[in-house]
C-alpha cells in the first residue's frame, strides 16, 4: 500500500511558476511509477505527466510540454512537477498517483488527495 501526500499548490498568476511535491510513504522507492494528473470544474481528469520508476524515461500531455517537467527523488520517495509560464486554463486540481507497471501505461492505483492550483489572468 502507498499513501500519497501532494503540496505546492496556489493561486499565481498567468505566467508565473509553481512546484508541486507529492510524498510517497509505505511500500515506496523505486517500487512504481509516478504521474500527476488534473481535473478542472466540470471536467474529466486528465493525464499530465509520468516519469519511470529510476526517473530516467519522462512522458507528457501535449498542453504542458515545454513547460511542465516532472522528476523525482527516490531517496526521498518525492516526485515533483515544475510549472513554468503557468495558463488560466491550467486552473485544476493536481493529483499524484502511483504505477506498479510500466510508465507508459494507464495502471494507477494510488492516488493522492489533490492540490489545487489556480491561475489568474
Known amino acids: 500500500q502507498v499513501q500519497l501526500v501532494e503540496s505546492g499548490g496556489g493561486l499565481v498568476q498567468a505566467g508565473g511558476s509553481l512546484r508541486l511535491s507529492c510524498a510517497a510513504s509505505g511500500r515506496t522507492g523505486s517500487s512504481y511509477a509516478l504521474g500527476w494528473f488534473r481535473q478542472a470544474p466540470g471536467k474529466e481528469r486528465e493525464f499530465v505527466a509520468a516519469?519511470?520508476?529510476?526517473?530516467?524515461?519522462?512522458l507528457y500531455a501535449e498542453p504542458v510540454k515545454g513547460r511542465f517537467t516532472i522528476s523525482r527523488d527516490n531517496a526521498e520517495n518525492t516526485v515533483y512537477l515544475q510549472m513554468n509560464s503557468l495558463k488560466p486554463e491550467d486552473t485544476a486540481v493536481y493529483y499524484c498517483?502511483?504505477?506498479?507497471?510500466?510508465?507508459?501505461?494507464?495502471?494507477?492505483?494510488?492516488w493522492g488527495q489533490g492540490t489545487q492550483v489556480t491561475v489568474s489572468s
Open positions: 498517483a502511483a504505477n506498479p507497471s510500466a510508465y507508459n501505461s494507464n495502471n494507477y492505483i494510488h
Open positions: 516519469i519511470s520508476r529510476g526517473g530516467g524515461y519522462t
